[in-house]
């Protein structure tokens, strides 16, 4: 469930917006309440949606909401979850949208990021990798 509303500001035209506030989201792990805050200053693209998708659904309909709490678990959030974790988030969230996407819209959105997510979830996850190694090396030379 969504404890705030999703306030941002657009930084550029139809391709990345700012939050300018936090959102904030509790879902349920395991039969326990848990809470993810995605920080105001947070940058989002909202749906990161591949071309076939971007001609049925737009970035200012349904699935807002849960595409920033989504987006935020592939990027600061790997520690904590798996790409299927984060993805199921997304599923609940997606059923917690105010914006009320339709059970097809919420089934097409699920199944795209389960499909087309790992190779983000990778390059995120490698980079990652790969600055904490330049930051242990540093530290080791230093």
């Known amino acids: 469930m969504f404890r705030t509303?999703?306030?941002?500001?657009e930084v550029i035209p139809g391709c990345l917006w700012q939050l300018t506030h936090p959102l904030i989201y509790d879902y349920w792990r395991y039969g326990y309440k848990r809470r993810i805050i995605v920080p105001a200053g947070y940058?989002?693209?909202?749906l990161s949606l591949p071309?076939?998708?971007?001609?049925?659904?737009?970035?200012?309909?349904?699935?807002?909401?849960?595409?920033?709490?989504?987006?935020y678990?592939?990027?600061?959030?790997?520690?904590?979850?798996?790409?299927?974790?984060?993805?199921?988030i997304f599923r609940q969230a997606l059923r917690n949208d105010p914006e009320k996407p339709t059970y097809l819209t919420?089934?097409?959105?699920?199944?795209?990021?389960?499909?087309?997510?790992?190779?983000?979830?990778?390059?995120?996850?490698?980079?990652?990798?790969?600055?904490?190694?330049?930051l242990t090396d540093s530290n080791t030379n230093n």
């Open 5 to 9: 509303d999703l306030e941002y500001k």
């Open 43 to 46: 940058y989002t693209d909202f």
């Open 73 to 88: 678990c592939y990027v600061a959030l790997q520690d904590e979850f798996t790409q299927k974790q984060a993805d199921k």
């Open 106 to 134: 919420q089934l097409l959105f699920y199944t795209a990021v389960r499909l087309g997510g790992y190779t983000t979830w990778q390059k995120r996850f490698q980079t990652r990798q790969a600055l904490i190694k330049k």
């Open 51 to 71: 071309l076939l998708s971007k001609a049925i659904f737009t970035k200012d309909g349904a699935g807002k909401w849960a595409s920033v709490v989504h987006d």
